[in-house]
């Protein structure tokens, strides 16, 4: 090494005597001459690049400064003013060529398109996608690994090439979007002259998932009630319009309140158990809520309006009454059903309880099963009710006073009216979007976290989207140098120094970068995907994970 520095320490000198050499020639010809003439006019300074030999020629030669004569002066002209060029250094180079790329407000091509958007928004035919280049991209969808995608430029490209303008690709997509409409149209009036032959010639396919949702669960618990209370209300009917009893006419409503609110269950319960489509991505689930709502404001307005309407008229206008031996007869029935009806709804609602790992009484309340909460609810208030209208009446019929029945009525209204109040406000907490367990979301934090490629999770949200399914929400802070690892055990190490030595130009080095930053950016989406499988994995009960990268 030391040789080497003195040899190049020898031709700095040479050259610098040199240098003087010929300082004083260019000095006497000026003189000769007459002329006055500035010695450095003549010389070129730079590096010393042609005197020390450097290996990285190319930062030498990026950091010279040439002084270059111009306008050499004629006779009586003034002295010359020399100019500078000044060569720009690496790092300046560099922020000229990323300058360039000026991609303004609207910049769609490097966009990817699926072959299936290619086609229709473009008008495109399968064949002419056969000529673009197609590229492999990882597939967000669970089935499926990768698929092809193409870029949006060229699709374009072959667009214009096919239709000829853009004012003929727009004809042909109004043409496509009419005969779509029209297609539609045609399939509705088919399905609906199918129906009406299946109905007419009778429909030998079972209806396995409709048939099946009411015969166990909560549709099998309505489906009960909706049975006992049509002919609890078809026999309180008539025992009032013996008696004329006000007890026995709101214990008639209440009847029929019931059966048209579990009506009412029955349809929220097959309505959602529909498959998601476009306009409803996460499903009808909430149906059942919906259906619950208003039932509770149907309860109220119907159950407890017309009860207190009826017991206020019979406190202000009261009559006598005939014979209460067959009402009687006809609440012990009643109130017989009514209790078989409460009990089918306790045990589903215990069953539900200890599959989640909670306690009946905390299940209840936060309304995890609206449409058996409802059975159960109407059920507890139909005993009570009859409890209340038979002790009303039998008070009538011992002391004649017909005021007792009266107050029955509105005891029989207040009772719907608590009911209701409680519907409507355990369904209307459930449709704003409840969060989990706290333990749930615990867990399901604890698994995200400690992953090596995570370093915090930060606002999570864990929202229960009813019939057990939980949508999951997190800001994710990533490990920069895990995903870059992960990305790099994958990579041949000989391969990248070659490429990271044939580095030389700004250009040749941007290139290396955008490469490899795409891929590790796909790294990045395959360790979300990655979590993502595992937390519906080991909690079947999300369905829908959305983790943001922070």
Known sequence: ????????????????????????????????????????????????????????????????????STNVQKEGQGSKTPQVEKIPTFDEAVKAVLKKREYGPKYTQNNFITGVRAINEFCLKASDLEQLRKIRQRSPHEDTESFTVYLRSDVEAKSLEVWGSPEALARERKLRIKAEREYRERLFRNQSILREYSDFLGNTKPRSRMTSVFLKGPGKVVMVAICINGLNCFFKFLAWIYTGSASMFSEAIHSLSDTCNQGLLALGISKSIQTPDPSHPYGFSNMRYIASLISGVGIFMMGAGLSWYHGIMGLLHPQPMESLLWAYCILAGSLLSEGATLLVAVNELRRSAAAKGMSFYKYVMESRDPSTNVILLEDTA??????????????????????????????????????????????????????????????????????????????????????????????????????????????????????IQEVKTPEELETFMLKHGENIIDTLGAEVDRLEKELKKRNPEVRHVDLEIL
């Open 1 to 68: 090494m030391l040789p080497g520095l003195a040899a190049a320490a020898a031709a700095h000198r040479r050259g610098w005597s040199s240098l003087c050499r010929l300082r004083l020639r260019c000095g006497a010809a000026a003189r000769g001459s007459g002329e006055l003439q500035e010695w450095q006019n003549l010389v070129t300074f730079g590096s010393f690049s042609n005197v020390v030999p450097c290996s990285h020629s190319y930062f030498c030669t990026l950091s010279q400064v040439k002084l270059y």
């Open 382 to 499: 139909a005993v009570l009710g009859v409890t209340i209208a038979a002790t009303c009446m039998g008070l009538t019929s011992i002391t004649g006073n017909p005021l007792y029945d009266s107050l029955g009525s509105l005891g029989v209204g207040t009772l719907l009216g608590v009911v209701s109040a409680f519907l409507i406000y355990t369904n209307t907490e459930a449709l704003l979007g409840r969060s989990i367990q706290p333990e749930q979301v615990q867990r399901l934090t604890e698994l995200l976290e400690n992953d090596p490629s995570v370093r915090a999770i930060h606002d999570v949200k864990a929202t229960d989207l009813g019939l057990g399914k939980v949508r999951f929400k997190a800001e994710v802070d990533f490990d920069g140098r895990v995903v870059t690892r992960s990305y790099l055990e994958k990579q041949d190490f000989d391969q990248m120094l070659q490429e």
